[in-house]
C-alpha cells in the first residue's frame, strides 16, 4: 500500500486532468467523470463520418506557465494553430484580429484531454452524486448509493453550481460558489454531403440568436466531411433554455439561413446541443477554493474569465496550495 494520501477529482475537463497530472507524484489519484468523454467543453461530436467541435471552438495562450504546459503538445502535433478567415456577419463592424495564436486539439477539441489522461487513473460515465464524511475521510457516492471508494481529500471540477450542489453544507467554500455565475449556449451542428461556398472559415455574428459560426472542417486534422457549428449568445441561451428544443432548433436553422445563405434545412446531419454551463458571467472571487479542515477543494473556470486558460490557472494554483499543504 502506498503511504500517499488519496484524493477523488470530480470532472475530467482540463482543470480535473490538469489537478491530476499534477497530484500524481504526491497523491493517490482518481478521476471520475460523469460523461462517456473527456475534456468537459473541449468537446468533439461524432456521427455519420462526421465531427464538430461543439463546446470551446479554440484556446489562446497568454502566461509563460500555460505555454510551457503546451509545448511538448505542440510538438507532438496533439495541439496546432489555427487561423482561420474571419468575417463579422449581421454588421457594419469590422471584424477582430487576432494578433496572438489561437490553438485547437487534435484531430477534435478533446485530443488534449486524451493525452493528458493516458497515465491517469479516470472512470467515465460515473455521477458522483453524495459525499459522506467518517472520521478523516470522505466517501464517494453516486446517485444509487454506489460505494465508489473512501478518500482523504475530494476535489470538485464541476461547474459552480453542480459543485455548490455536491459540497457538504461545511465546506468553507459556500460563498465563493453562490458568487460566481455562470451562462448557457446552444450549438447547433450542420453536417454536408458536398463542400459549401463561403469566403469566411468564421465569423461573429452581430445579432441574437446567434454569436459565432464556424467551418469546423478548416480546422487542421478534421475529417473531409463539410461541417459548421453556430453558437448562440449566452444571453439568448440563458432565456431560452427551457423552450421545447424542436423549436429552438428550428429557430436556429432559420438563423443560419438568414444570415450565411447558406440551405442550413437541407443538411444532411443536423444536431442540436445545449451547454447549460458554457461561460462565466461573474468569476468566483478566488483562484481556487480550499478547505484545509475539511480536506475538500474546489477549482475550474469559474475561479477566472472562464476560458480554456483560466481552467489551467486555477487548477495549477490549487496543486500549488495542496502541495504545500501536504508538505506542512
Same mark, same amino acid.
Given at each position: 500500500?502506498?503511504?500517499?494520501?488519496?484524493?477523488?477529482?470530480?470532472?475530467?475537463?482540463?482543470?480535473?486532468?490538469?489537478?491530476?497530472?499534477?497530484?500524481t507524484?504526491?497523491?493517490?489519484?482518481t478521476?471520475?467523470?460523469?460523461?462517456?468523454?473527456?475534456?468537459?467543453?473541449?468537446?468533439?461530436?461524432?456521427k455519420?463520418?462526421?465531427?464538430?467541435?461543439?463546446?470551446?471552438?479554440y484556446?489562446?495562450a497568454r502566461?509563460?506557465?500555460?505555454?510551457?504546459?503546451?509545448?511538448? *503538445?505542440?510538438?507532438?502535433?496533439?495541439?496546432?494553430?489555427?487561423?482561420?478567415?474571419?468575417? +463579422?456577419?449581421?454588421?457594419?463592424?469590422?471584424?477582430?484580429?487576432?494578433?496572438?495564436?489561437?490553438?485547437?486539439?487534435?484531430?477534435?477539441?478533446?485530443?488534449?484531454?486524451? /493525452?493528458?489522461?493516458?497515465? =491517469?487513473?479516470?472512470? !467515465?460515465?460515473v455521477?458522483?452524486d453524495?459525499?459522506?464524511?467518517?472520521?478523516?475521510? #470522505?466517501?464517494?457516492?453516486?446517485?444509487?448509493?454506489?460505494?465508489?471508494?473512501?478518500f482523504? #481529500?475530494?476535489?470538485?471540477?464541476?461547474p459552480?453550481?453542480q459543485?455548490?450542489?455536491?459540497?457538504?453544507?461545511a465546506?468553507?467554500?459556500?460563498?465563493?460558489?453562490?458568487?460566481?455565475?455562470? +451562462?448557457?449556449?446552444?450549438?447547433?451542428?450542420?453536417?454536408?454531403?458536398?463542400?459549401?461556398v463561403?469566403d #469566411?472559415?468564421?465569423?461573429?455574428?452581430?445579432?441574437?440568436?446567434?454569436? #459565432?459560426?464556424?467551418?469546423?472542417?478548416?480546422?487542421?486534422?478534421r475529417?473531409? +466531411?463539410?461541417?459548421?457549428?453556430?453558437?448562440?449568445?449566452?444571453?439568448? /441561451?440563458?432565456?431560452?433554455?427551457?423552450?421545447?428544443?424542436?423549436?429552438?432548433?428550428?429557430?436556429?436553422?432559420?438563423a443560419?439561413?438568414?444570415?450565411?445563405?447558406?440551405?442550413?434545412?437541407? /443538411?444532411? *446531419?443536423?444536431s =442540436?446541443? !445545449?451547454?447549460?454551463y458554457?461561460?462565466?458571467?461573474a468569476?468566483?472571487?478566488?483562484? *481556487?477554493?480550499?478547505?484545509?479542515d475539511?480536506?475538500?477543494?474546489?477549482?475550474?473556470?469559474?475561479?477566472?474569465?472562464?476560458?480554456?486558460?483560466?481552467a489551467?490557472?486555477s487548477?495549477?494554483?490549487?496543486?500549488?496550495?495542496?502541495?504545500?499543504?501536504?508538505?506542512?
Amino acid at each position: 500500500m502506498s503511504g500517499k494520501p488519496s484524493v477523488a477529482i470530480i470532472g475530467a475537463g482540463l482543470s480535473g486532468l490538469r489537478l491530476a497530472q499534477r497530484l500524481t507524484p504526491v497523491m493517490q489519484v482518481t478521476v471520475f467523470e460523469k460523461s462517456r468523454g473527456l475534456g468537459g467543453r473541449m468537446s468533439t461530436r461524432r456521427k455519420d463520418g462526421f465531427a464538430f467541435d461543439h463546446g470551446a471552438q479554440y484556446f489562446t495562450a497568454r502566461s509563460a506557465d500555460f505555454e510551457a504546459f503546451l509545448r511538448p *503538445y505542440l510538438e507532438n502535433g496533439t495541439v496546432q494553430m489555427w487561423a482561420p478567415r474571419l468575417a +463579422q456577419l449581421a454588421s457594419a463592424e469590422v471584424p477582430p484580429r487576432w494578433t496572438a495564436p489561437r490553438y485547437v486539439a487534435m484531430p477534435g477539441m478533446t485530443g488534449l484531454a486524451k /493525452a493528458m489522461a493516458a497515465e =491517469l487513473t479516470v472512470h !467515465r460515465a460515473v455521477q458522483v452524486d453524495r459525499l459522506v464524511r467518517s472520521g478523516d475521510q #470522505w466517501q464517494v457516492l453516486d446517485a444509487e448509493e454506489t460505494d465508489l471508494g473512501w478518500f482523504d #481529500w475530494v476535489i470538485s471540477t464541476a461547474p459552480s453550481s453542480q459543485t455548490a450542489r455536491l459540497m457538504p453544507p461545511a465546506f468553507a467554500g459556500h460563498p465563493s460558489l453562490e458568487a460566481a455565475v455562470m +451562462q448557457g449556449c446552444y450549438s447547433l451542428m450542420l453536417g454536408f454531403d458536398t463542400p459549401q461556398v463561403l469566403d #469566411w472559415d468564421a465569423a461573429w455574428v452581430g445579432q441574437d440568436p446567434l454569436a #459565432w459560426i464556424a467551418v469546423n472542417t478548416s480546422k487542421p486534422g478534421r475529417p473531409a +466531411q463539410y461541417c459548421i457549428v453556430a453558437q448562440t449568445s449566452n444571453r439568448w /441561451a440563458d432565456t431560452n433554455l427551457e423552450r421545447d428544443q424542436d423549436t429552438v432548433r428550428a429557430e436556429l436553422i432559420s438563423a443560419v439561413e438568414a444570415v450565411t445563405g447558406l440551405a442550413a434545412s437541407t /443538411a444532411a *446531419y443536423i444536431s =442540436l446541443h !445545449r451547454w447549460r454551463y458554457a461561460s462565466v458571467a461573474a468569476a468566483s472571487g478566488a483562484p *481556487y477554493l480550499i478547505d484545509r479542515d475539511n480536506r475538500l477543494a474546489a477549482a475550474g473556470d469559474w475561479c477566472g474569465a472562464g476560458k480554456v486558460e483560466a481552467a489551467f490557472d486555477s487548477a495549477s494554483a490549487l496543486a500549488d496550495a495542496l502541495e504545500l499543504s501536504l508538505s506542512g
